[in-house]
């Protein structure tokens, strides 16, 4: 008789506890695109591949109507929110999802799941598209960079809970701050995979990122 198949528990963990400082219209995961919070769509996305939903939210705020998590109080910043997260649970896999990226195809939630287990980290990203320049001061053209190499990083972002613990909580003794969960993993050396991810998992960060939101909604919720 073969053994049973292991299956790690997974947890995905939804920092949302920004205050949409760019965007200006409040904290952001709760703007609604289409009818429905960022955060709703991305706990939506999410809620049928894992045990468990966690969602950092900001100071006195409690989840929107419907959302079905259990809530936690953010941090100062993204990483601390996360952190947060972090300590709050003990599933094994970890996925960390910005509530600013609603639309999160379930191909690219189970290929990052499946990785962050046989590698350890995984993340979303996309090759770069455009011409990258690294401008001289004043904003002039400066040094023209090779794109051959260069993948834009994008959430959800998949761990074993342990190593993401603990790299997260070295860069808090060190005083390092970084953009992203992979990175903190990938200062420590360890190997972050890379998971094709989808061009409709643009984060919602300017205004016209919403209206963008809106357009993507309207056929996103008819299922194309
Ligand atoms: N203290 C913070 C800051 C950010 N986030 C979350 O991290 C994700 C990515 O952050 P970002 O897009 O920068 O959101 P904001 O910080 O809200 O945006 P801004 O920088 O424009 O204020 C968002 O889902 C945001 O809610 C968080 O949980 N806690
Ligand atoms: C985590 C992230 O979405 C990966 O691209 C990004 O780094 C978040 O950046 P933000 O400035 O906190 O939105």
């Not at 979303?124 to 904003?139: I, M, R, S, Y």
Request: glycine letters at 8%; proline letters at 7%; a neutral charge.
């Amino acid at each position: 008789m073969t053994e049973p198949h292991f299956r790690p528990r997974t947890a995905a963990l939804i920092p949302a506890a920004g205050s949409g400082t760019r965007l200006g219209r409040g904290p952001k995961a709760f703007v609604e695109v289409g009818g429905l919070s960022l955060l709703a769509r991305s706990v939506a996305c999410l809620s049928p591949y894992v045990d468990e939903v966690l969602v950092a939210l900001p100071a006195g705020m409690a989840l929107p109507d419907g959302v079905q998590a259990q809530p936690i109080s953010g941090g100062d910043t993204r990483q601390a929110s996360v952190l947060a997260l972090l300590r709050a649970t003990n599933a094994d896999v970890v996925l960390i999802h910005d509530a600013a990226r609603p639309f999160l195809p379930a191909r690219v939630i189970r290929e990052v799941a499946a990785a962050a287990w046989e590698v350890g980290a995984a993340t979303a990203a996309l090759p770069v598209a455009d011409t990258l320049v690294q401008a001289k001061e004043g904003n002039d053209w400066g040094t023209l960079t090779p794109r051959e190499s260069l993948w834009a990083v994008q959430t959800p972002q998949g761990f074993r809970r342990a190593a993401l613990l603990a790299a997260h909580e070295a860069a808090q003794r060190e005083g390092h701050a970084a953009t992203d969960d992979a990175g903190l993993i990938a200062r420590l050396g360890q190997r972050v995979a890379l998971i094709p991810g989808d061009a409709r998992l643009f984060k919602v960060t300017t205004p016209g990122d919403l209206a963008l939101a809106e357009a993507v909604a309207a056929v996103w919720d008819k299922g194309v």
